[in-house]
Each structure stands twice: as structure tokens, then as C-alpha cells.
């Protein structure tokens, strides 16, 4: 079973940054599929960036992609999502996900939310003036 806890949301000003954390246990993060996924009000899940536990390959959404950066201490078993120029449209619920299988992202849409099977209770991030 692996657990997994978002912290670090919070309300702040267009351009500001923020630091998402998301801390597992039960799996080692350095060998595990991590997403990040984002849920504002009245739309769908989204997907928002993603970490291979396979061969440590990175993606990005085109719509964070030069502002968000993932990353990952294997010492403290937590995956972070670093938010810089965050806008208005930033604006949502952030989830961590977790596919415990190191699959190749060449073989799996790690965009599509079927494809994890453990999420976070999520984080609030709101960006307003």
C-alpha cells in the first residue's frame, strides 16, 4: 500500500512562487511513476507533470512547461513540484499520483489519470491579486 501526502498550497500573487511536497511511504519514490495532477473548480483532472521510476525521464504539461519543475529526495522519499510565475489559471487542487510499476513512460499515456494507482488527498493552490 503506499500513502501519499501533498503539502505546501496556499493562497498567493500572480508572478509569486510556491513548493509542493508530496511524501510517500510504502514505495520508494526513486522506483515509482510520479505524476502531478491539477483540478480546478468545475473541470477535470489534469495532468501536470510526471517523473519516470524507470529512467528518471521527466514531462511537462505545455501549459506549466519553463515554470514548474519536478523533482525528487530519495532521502526523504518525497517528490516536490517547484511553481515559479504562477497565473491566475494556475489556480486549482494538486494532486501527487503514484504507479507503483516502473513501466517506461514509451509504454504507458502517463498524462491519463487510469494510469495511477495512488493519489494524495491533494493541496489548494490559489493565485490572485
Known amino acids: 500500500q503506499v500513502q501519499l501526502v501533498e503539502s505546501g498550497g496556499g493562497l498567493v500573487q500572480p508572478g509569486s512562487s510556491l513548493r509542493l511536497s508530496c511524501a510517500a511511504s510504502?514505495?520508494?519514490?526513486?522506483?515509482?511513476?510520479m505524476g502531478w495532477f491539477r483540478q480546478a473548480p468545475g473541470k477535470e483532472r489534469e495532468f501536470v507533470t510526471f517523473?519516470?521510476?524507470?529512467?528518471?525521464?521527466?514531462y511537462y504539461a505545455e501549459t506549466v512547461k519553463g515554470r514548474f519543475t519536478i523533482s525528487r529526495d530519495n532521502a526523504k522519499n518525497t517528490v516536490y513540484l517547484q511553481m515559479n510565475s504562477l497565473k491566475p489559471e494556475d489556480t486549482a487542487v494538486y494532486y501527487c499520483?503514484?504507479?507503483?510499476?516502473?513501466?517506461?513512460?514509451?509504454?504507458?499515456?502517463?498524462?491519463?489519470?487510469?494510469?495511477?494507482?495512488?493519489w494524495g488527498q491533494g493541496t489548494q493552490v490559489t493565485v490572485s491579486s
Open positions: 517523473i519516470s521510476g524507470s529512467d528518471s525521464s521527466i
Open positions: 499520483a503514484a504507479d507503483p510499476r516502473p513501466r517506461s513512460p514509451l509504454l504507458i499515456d502517463y498524462r491519463r489519470t487510469s494510469e495511477y494507482d495512488y
Open positions: 510504502g514505495r520508494t519514490v526513486s522506483t515509482t511513476n
